[in-house]
């Protein structure tokens, strides 16, 4: 369509999205003196999660006043542009609901997709880091995967293959090698040099002994318990202390055909659409998880620090008594 006045950004997770609402949310001003609202209403980490879910109809997370009239206050104005972004929209959200609030005919869906395999590990690693999640690599592909195309084709059939954007989340493939830079190029009248893009954070994935420790201590967790800050930035602030508490973790030969077998159906159909995945490699030489050869010294790595900064999860692990000697004061 000829200059949309709606640009909604509906992920997919795991695919740079917190950059792009953070650098969105840091630049209103400059959007605004270019004529797009990326409005602060409906916010939780800079993205509109609050507006997905009550459009979904969440009862415990969706909006409790009129967000319905707010928003239409919102977008009065018809002489404005307006730019939304929730990961959430992708897979929970009914596209058909949305259209409610986001008419096609003004509407451009941008989505980004990234291959299965490091799609899914990336989303295991913030599985156990996030929630109380404690089974296996494998267990969770079985459990928790959920193919693309499917839900790509559903947002299609309503708002029309030509008002959906698809872009491949592979550096070389991006406009920059920077998804940031990239989504500017569906924002008209702005170009990603009129931003200020902050230095990448150092928001690491953890891996290895690290993230073979939080499995086990989320045994021990309620998921409201996990869900609860300051514990998910704890963890993620050990993976600066060691190199093997960061990065990939190993992916296994069997993991990767678990994968292959899951999400053939994705690959092909993108494969047809001109955007084929890399191809899976054989396995993932990334960090044991668990090691068990460095097991004992990285948990009493971990415990020494913990006891050191008074990090809240310690009192989580005195429910893990017969974990073996690392734990013991």
């Known amino acids: 369509m000829d200059d949309p006045r709606i640009v909604l950004h509906i992920g997919a997770n795991k ?26 209403h409906f916010e939780l980490h800079k993205a509109h999660h609050k507006l997905a879910y009550s459009i979904q109809g969440n009862p415990t997370w969706g909006l409790e006043h009129d967000w319905q009239s707010e928003l239409r206050d919102i977008m009065a104005d018809p002489q404005m542009r307006f730019i939304f972004s929730s990961e959430l929209f992708f897979r929970i959200v009914s596209p058909a609901t949305t259209a409610q609030f986001f008419p096609p005919d003004q509407t ?10 490091s799609y899914m590990m990336s989303w295991y690693q913030q599985a156990i880091q996030g929630h109380n999640w404690t089974c296996s690599f494998s267990d969770y592909l079985y459990r928790f995967s959920q193919p693309l195309i499917g839900f790509l084709r559903g947002w299609e059939e309503v708002y029309g293959k030509d008002n959906v954007s698809v872009r491949l989340f592979e550096r070389d493939q991006l ?21 200020t893009l902050e230095t990448s954070d150092s928001n690491l994935s953890i891996s290895g002994n690290l993230m073979f420790f939080k499995r086990v201590l989320n045994n021990f967790m309620t998921l409201e318990e996990s869900n609860q800050p300051p514990i998910t930035d704890e963890f993620g602030a050990y993976a600066t202390v060691k190199e093997s508490f960061n990065g990939k973790f190993h992916a296994s030969r069997s993991d990767v055909a678990i ?70 004061e």
């Open 175 to 195: 406009i920059g090698r920077d998804s940031r830079v990239d989504f500017m190029q569906f924002i008209d009248g702005v170009e990603a040099t009129d931003m």
């Open 259 to 328: 994968v292959r077998n899951l999400f053939d159906p994705d690959m092909l159909a993108f494969a047809e659409r001109g955007m084929p995945f890399k191809p899976l490699p054989r396995e993932v030489a990334g960090h044991p998880s668990p090691n068990f050869d460095t097991l004992d010294e990285d948990f009493a790595l971990i415990m020494d620090i913990a006891r050191q900064t008074g990090k809240e999860f310690l009192r989580y692990t005195e429910r893990m008594p017969n974990l073996r000697g690392s734990l013991q």
């Open 15 to 40: 695919t740079g999205t917190s950059s792009i609402q953070a650098m969105l949310h840091g630049n209103r001003d400059v959007l605004l003196a270019k004529g797009w609202t990326y409005t602060d």
């Open 108 to 117: 451009q869906i941008v989505l980004y997709v990234r291959d299965p395999l």
